[in-house]
């Protein structure tokens, strides 16, 4: 293959490389426009009518006591998954460089799959 | 209902859909792929214990080149999605793209350089186990995509549903058969 051939080709992959994760970036953003898009009107219609404090003082007076132990367990159950998270993240990041040198042992030119220490995509990867 | 209290349930909307976003695109999104980067690490130790059981050596292509392959699925997890596959093979079935191709092929040559059947049979497997990770990975990534299978996994239970009464129909109403053949031997002597 020549160079310019490869080029092209190297090209074309990097176009199907920007297609792909514009395409992860734009489905989060979409979503979020969407919501606003949805409540719009809503908050056009209200614009200078009611006051933020007046929304807010309202939403929390309708608060039940049986809703607020459902937003609890939600917003816990959200804040639990994400702690786990953290957890098992840092103990990949200890136990993992332990793993590697005990392979090295076995295998010198052990290749690595270039992810950080605690296991996530490194930040030159993502994108 | 009046204008705070109707604010008061759009509040209540807009949170709600403001934590739904929070719970997929926040926590379910970067899990998906966590547990997918976990499933890969699993098959990379499987690959390596075999090695260190002495079934294949370390410095052996297929080893490596299998490996590898599993490290490059590993760093680049969270690119893997049923469009980018899509795209993938538009372009490639309009202009074959050597770069796409060649590592499919290098890898190829390395496994039909090994030796032994066994070993060869292996690491095809694993390499077939890493293939079927990345379909499901793609499939509860996709709602498209899950739709699709949904439909069609019902078109052919329908399908088979309904071979199935036509069997027990053909093969327990009285006389059917007798007349089946009846109507055979009149084709025959037309």
């Given at each position: 293959?020549?160079?310019q ?36 009107d809503?908050?056009?219609?209200l ?67 270039k ?13 | ?65 299998l ?18 596959l ?21 890898w ?72 089946l ?10």
């Open positions: 293959m020549s160079k051939d490869e080029r092209k080709h190297t090209f074309r992959l990097r176009i199907l490389d920007l297609i792909g994760s514009m395409w992860s970036h734009l489905i989060p953003w979409a979503a979020i426009v969407l919501i606003f898009w949805a409540t719009r809503i908050i056009v219609s614009a200078g009518k009611s006051t933020l404090a007046d929304i807010g003082v309202k939403f929390l007076a309708n608060v039940k006591i049986s809703d607020g132990v459902i937003y609890l367990f939600g917003l816990g159950g959200v804040g639990y998954g994400l702690a786990e998270r953290q957890l098992r993240r840092r103990s990949v990041g200890t136990m993992s460089e332990r793993t590697k040198q005990l392979e090295q042992q076995l295998d010198p030119k052990r290749s690595s799959s992810l950080t220490k605690r296991g996530t995509t490194r930040p030159e990867d993502r994108g | 209902m009046s204008e705070v209290a109707f604010s008061a349930v759009a509040l209540k909307g807009l949170l709600a859909w403001a934590s739904l976003w929070f719970l997929l695109f926040v926590c379910w999104r970067p899990y998906r792929v966590d547990a997918f980067r976990q499933s890969l690490f699993n098959l990379r130790h499987e690959l390596f214990m075999y090695a260190a059981q002495g079934e294949i050596t370390f410095d052996d292509k297929a080893y490596r080149e490996r590898r392959r599993i490290n490059g699925m590993l760093r680049f997890a969270h690119r893997v999605n049923f469009l980018r899509s795209f993938s093979v538009l372009l490639n079935s309009i202009s074959p793209n050597p770069l796409l191709t060649g590592p499919s092929e290098k190829r040559k390395c496994l039909q350089n090994v030796p032994s059947g066994h070993v060869r049979d292996k690491l095809t497997n694993i390499h077939y186990r890493m293939g079927v990770l990345m379909v499901r990975h793609m499939l509860t990534g996709s709602l498209t995509l899950l739709l699709s299978l949904g439909i069609y996994v019902l078109a052919l239970m329908i399908r088979r549903s309904v071979q199935r009464i036509l069997e027990f129909i053909t093969s327990t109403v009285p006389g059917l058969l007798h007349g053949e009846l109507l055979e031997s009149e084709a025959l002597e037309c």
